[in-house]
């Protein structure tokens, strides 16, 4: 099944706005993830949060959690034209625990100098 | 610098002929895991591995093959590709089951197969 969906599929903002991107999932986690993807390149991670924890911090990055509506979002202030990238969530789930993240199929976010 | 190197960075081959995809990961990490990244399916996973002689299905793992014999390295052996197993590749590795569950990639191997 689908786990780790995010929503927008895309998004245009212009530098130094906010970006939110959300993540939905379907099942009991362990933990959530968010990554980056620059384009074709490796993916890497930018914030973990557990299942016990609702938000998150780190530098300009914001992540909530909401464990009853199984959602989570990602918060991005004063966006850079560096930031232009696919984001993706990834989640942890308790049934498949210890083996694997799940992804879903990403954000794209582009930031207008 | 603790990084996940994978080889080759692109791949071009024919249907049938065997190709290995290495991966080495220089962070003694007990996890390594591959990934396939296809537009509109996000990543998936094919296999990974808990540790040396430990490997398991992932989603998708038809038509590949892994082995870990060592713990730096997991390669990726498609015995008889195919035209659908084209798509971008990622190798990572993790202190999974320590605390530590983030996943570290390979800057990843694009296979085209003709």
């Known amino acids: 099944s689908q786990q780790g969906e995010e929503d927008p599929q895309a998004l245009s903002i212009q530098e130094g706005e906010n970006a939110t991107m959300n993540c939905s999932y379907k099942t009991s986690i362990n933990n959530l993830q968010w990554y980056r993807q620059n384009s074709g390149r490796g993916l890497v991670h930018l914030i973990l949060?557990?299942?016990?924890?609702r938000e998150k911090h780190s530098g300009r990055l914001r992540v909530t959690l909401d464990t009853s509506k199984k959602s989570s979002s990602l918060l991005i202030t004063a966006s850079r034209a560096a930031d232009t990238a696919s984001y993706f969530c990834a989640t942890d789930a308790e049934e498949t625990s210890g083996s694997r993240l799940t992804f879903g199929e990403g954000t794209q976010l582009t930031v207008n100098p | 610098e603790a990084q996940v190197t994978q080889n080759p960075r692109y791949l071009i081959t024919v249907t049938g002929k065997k190709l290995t995809v290495t991966c080495s990961q220089n962070?003694?990490?007990?996890?390594m895991s591959w990934y396939r990244q296809d537009p509109g399916l996000g990543l998936r996973q094919i296999y990974y591995?808990?540790?040396?002689?430990v490997t398991d299905k992932g989603d998708v793992p038809e038509g590949y093959k892994v082995s870990r014999k060592e713990k730096r390295n997991f390669p990726l052996i498609l015995e008889s590709p195919s035209p659908n197993q084209t798509s971008l590749y990622f190798c990572?590795?993790?202190?999974w089951g320590q605390g530590h569950e983030k996943l570290f990639f390979g800057s990843g191997t694009q296979l085209s197969v003709l």
């Open positions: 990572a590795s993790s202190l």
């Open positions: 949060i557990r299942s016990n924890e």
């Open positions: 962070m003694n990490h007990e996890y």
């Open positions: 591995s808990m540790n040396v002689e």
